[in-house]
């Protein structure tokens, strides 16, 4: 499998799996025309997309959603309560193919099979991805508040992971964010992932990884340098062969394969 992040962060996400044969994403979050041209900047057939999955309804995530699977015909993917989220956004809801996944249970996707499971964020029924294809799996876990021991064990079956490294807590304590905002980024039920979140997360799994690209970065209460020193020392001596790269939003990170 060869994986792009096409766009990360709260502008826009979009995360491109290539298997044997066929191509999935993971969000749409930007414009389709975006979707397309970044397709096509990083060789990525867009006519090969068998599946768009949602992690959740938040706009930075389903914005280019109606466009893209009225262009395209590719169905949509994801719990009940984001496909629930996604209706309203769309403009002829009879003209994209649905498909409500219950957590836990693998679909299958053309050569692919995707597993959900709930995280935690101030969404309708928020969830990340196991995404299989013969024995490797992937995971994506962003806008969570928290990884939980059940989140965990479904991160332990992959090879790779794409997984949020939202904020820095000091420089959101000491950013120019209002109280409330602060505080709900960093709600541990319902916010995002700090650095140190996602340091210990990695280092519960670091053992079994190949990759892992740390995603969904604030450009307000992050930066990329933080994030992957922050990992890097989670990780620290148990990082085998672990390599830690970090999503940008406005430019395609590099494609890596597992
Ligand atoms: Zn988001
Ligand atoms: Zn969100």
Known sequence: MKITVLASGSKGNCICVEGGSGTIL??????????????????????????????????????????????????VYGTEGTLGGLMPTLKKPGATGLHAMIPGEAVECGDFMVTTFHTSHDAAEPSGFCISEDDVTVGVCTDTGMVTS????????????????????????????????????????????????????LRELCADLSHAVLAHLSEENNTPEKALATAHEGVGLYAGNLEVGVARQHTISDPFEV
């Open 26 to 75: 993971v969000d749409a979050g930007i414009s389709n025309r975006e979707i397309l041209r970044r397709m096509a900047e990083v060789g990525a057939d867009a006519g090969n997309v068998e599946g768009l999955f949602l992690t959740h309804e938040h706009s930075d995530h389903i914005r280019g959603v109606d466009v893209f699977s009225r262009g395209s015909g590719v169905p």
């Open 150 to 201: 059940g989140m965990l064990t479904f991160l332990r079956r992959c090879d790779a992971v794409i997984l949020e490294s939202n904020h820095c807590p000091v420089m959101l304590a000491e950013g120019r964010y209002p109280a409330f905002l602060k505080r709900r980024i960093a709600d541990t039920k319902r916010g995002h992932l700090s650095n140190p979140a996602a340091a210990a997360v």
